[in-house]
T-cell receptor
Framework: DVKVTQSSRYLVKRTGEKVFLECVQD?????MFWYRQDPGLGLRLIYF???????EKGDIPEGYSVSREKKERFSLILESASTNQTSMYLC???????????FGAGSRLTVL | AQSVTQPDIHITVSEGASLELRCNYS??????LFWYVQSPGQGLQLLLK??????LVQGIKGFEAEFKRSQSSFNLRKPSVHWSDAAEYFC????????????FGAGTRLFVKA
């Protein structure tokens, strides 16, 4: 089974700072996803990628960008963090042809 | 539009009691259906899934779920809850035409009292 690692578990940033959240898988799966989790709203898809340098917007891409330069790594970027981006961010991986997501442990971001 | 509804924001059950968490979906055809569990401070873990066939599916940790097409439901059950089952539970769907997107419900937080 794939292992998904989000190295930053807790971050505190100031408004306007640039924030990088990294996600690394230990296999070679094509599909990687960034979700945002907020109480009462479940998980909402921010961006996903189905191959290196390929990306697609999800449901709430505003204020975010992503980078996938290597197959195993998918980064979420907040160009200028705002307080309404305080949230839990979850990375997930899905093998091509499968439908089950494997999640990282999450990165809890607080923007002051 | 596709959607998943979990009508209960939170549920409290006594340890040893039975549990049912409700999930209804809205989709043009029968999607693939999932239940995930999230323990505090952790990511989500797959409990069980339904793709086709037998409408009663078994998962990990003693959980099961039943797909009812006529009710567009996929309710999660466990006959006897343990304190370690306290967590948040998410129902999810994926279109069975090979789409990328998984759509999640808002989640149900389960509290277990001694």
């Amino acid at each position: 089974d794939v292992k998904v690692t989000q190295s930053s578990r807790y971050l505190v940033k100031r408004t306007g700072e640039k924030v990088f959240l990294e996600c690394v898988q230990d296999m070679d799966h094509e599909n990687m996803f960034w979700y945002r989790q907020d109480p009462g709203l479940g998980l909402r898809l921010i961006y996903f990628s189905y191959d290196v340098k390929m990306k697609e917007k999800g449901d709430i891409p505003e204020g975010y960008s992503v980078s996938r330069e290597k197959k195993e790594r998918f980064s979420l970027i907040l160009e200028s963090a705002s307080t309404n981006q305080t949230s839990m961010y979850l990375c997930a991986v899905k093998p091509g042809g499968a439908n089950v997501l494997t999640f990282g442990a999450g990165s809890r971001l607080t923007v002051l | 539009a596709q959607s998943v509804t979990q009508p209960d924001i939170h549920i409290t059950v006594s340890e040893g009691a039975s549990l049912e968490l409700r999930c209804n979906y809205s989709y043009g055809a029968t999607p693939y259906l999932f239940w995930y569990v999230q323990s505090p401070g952790q990511g989500l873990q797959l409990l069980l899934k339904y793709f086709s066939g037998d409408t009663l599916v078994q998962g990990i940790k003693g959980f099961e779920a039943e797909f009812k097409r006529s009710q567009s439901s996929f309710n999660l059950r466990k006959p006897s809850v343990h304190w370690s089952d306290a967590a948040e539970y998410f129902c999810a769907v994926v279109g069975n035409t090979g789409g990328f997107k998984t759509i999640f419900g808002a989640g149900t937080r389960l509290f277990v009292k001694a």
